[in-house]
C-alpha cells in the first residue's frame, strides 16, 4: 500500500505538541493514528527562535 497523510502539529515556545491534526487522511485509520503517535512521540522539539513572536508555531509533517 502506497500511504500517505499529513499532520499539522502546533508546538508552543518550548517545543512541546500543544494540538495536531490530521490534514490529510491516508484512509487508513492505522496509518493516521501511528503517523499522529510519531510527532507526539518526538517532542519535545527544538524551540522556536526567538524572533517568532506567536504564541505557537505551525508545523507540516508529511509521511509516507
Known amino acids: 500500500a502506497n500511504l500517505k497523510a499529513v499532520v499539522i502539529v502546533s508546538v508552543d515556545a518550548r517545543g512541546y505538541v500543544v494540538k495536531n491534526t490530521v490534514e490529510t487522511s491516508s484512509g487508513n485509520s492505522v496509518f493516521d493514528a501511528s503517523c499522529v503517535a510519531a510527532v507526539k512521540n518526538a517532542e519535545p522539539f527544538d524551540p522556536p527562535p526567538e ?14
Open 51 to 64: 524572533e517568532v513572536q506567536e504564541a505557537f508555531l505551525l508545523i507540516r509533517f508529511p509521511f509516507e
